[in-house]
């Protein structure tokens, strides 16, 4: 099909580009491998390179959960953690891709007065510490009944994930062939079939990863979540830091930090199952 790439044969890799793809993939596994052998000890202390004592060995003679025994019993409360951020995750990256949409084409498509400084205020929430619109927006929520509520924390998380969502967004439509959208218009399509049938499905890879990239950076904060849940709502993050709260790394910590990079990991590989390079073809293809 014209206009389509092909990339049925492609180059094999180089030794050299395999040793710096080998390279690649143990810089970012190599954090996970102490979390996993923590996750997995029962006695490791420095300096040793592997425990002295496994959780496996020691589990029948504890007299409570250990390790994993706790992180998967209702007592660890790594569930409702799991099911609240996974809630609260995909919530706020559904609101912020519809939100963040409309605006983002009027922002890489139109011109007028002040264009300059709606960008700059709506990238405020980069520039202003966490902690400050944490606090600030904690007492308002107090007052208005939404702390320590489902509803408070993703309207907080809107915040923080608004202006990455724009930046992807206006990209994105800023790279769209605009003489497509105009030949449909010119062969009779009305303005609500040109969004439907051209502009969505062109915009479609960029949107998925921007509610992507939206659900991470929710499903990863913890002092908005922490001052808007009151207490009330736990999440992966708010459960985490409470373990980690006598600055010491325990196997029940490191299976919880395991347990909170689950979402992520999930949502990426589903996003690559589904939607990986056959929706860009396929935008094209309908386009």
């Not at 979390?35 to 020691?58: C, G, K, N, R, Y």
């Not at 320590?148 to 924390?153: F, S």
Request: charged letters at 15%.
């Amino acid at each position: 099909m014209a206009g389509v790439k092909d990339t049925s044969s492609r180059e094999p890799v180089g030794r050299l580009g395999g040793a710096y793809l080998l390279f690649v993939v143990g810089f970012l596994v190599g954090p996970f491998l102490p979390l996993l052998i923590q996750s997995l000890a029962f006695h490791w202390v420095w300096p040793d390179l592997l425990p002295s004592e496994w959780w496996l060995t020691a589990r029948e003679r504890a007299r409570l959960p250990q390790g994993w025994d706790y992180v998967i019993s209702p007592y660890s409360r790594v569930g409702e953690a799991l099911l609240n951020t996974v809630t609260i995750g995909l919530a706020t990256a559904l609101l912020c891709l519809a939100i963040c949409l409309p605006a983002a084409r009027v922002l890489a498509t139109q011109d007028f007065a002040g264009k300059r400084l709606v960008e700059l205020y709506l990238a405020l929430p980069l520039i202003l510490p966490e902690a400050v619109i944490g606090i600030a927006l904690s007492m308002v929520f107090i007052r208005l009944g939404l702390a320590g509520t489902h509803a408070g924390i993703v309207l907080v998380h809107l915040i923080p994930t608004i202006p990455y969502m724009l930046r992807m967004l206006i990209a994105g439509f800023r790279g769209l062939d605009r003489e497509v959208e105009e030949q449909a218009r010119v062969l009779g399509a009305s303005n609500w079939q040109v969004t439907r049938l051209i502009t969505l499905p062109l915009i479609l890879p960029t949107a998925m990863a921007g509610a992507l990239f939206a659900f991470l950076v929710s499903t990863n904060l913890f002092l908005l979540t922490f001052l808007m849940g009151q207490g009330k709502i736990v999440t992966l993050p708010t459960l985490l830091f409470s373990k980690l709260s006598g600055g010491a790394l325990e196997p029940t910590a490191a299976g919880i930090a395991l347990a909170a990079a689950l979402p992520g990991v999930a949502v990426l590989l589903l996003l690559d199952r589904f939607a990986g390079p056959h929706v860009g073809t396929a935008a094209g293809q309908r386009a």
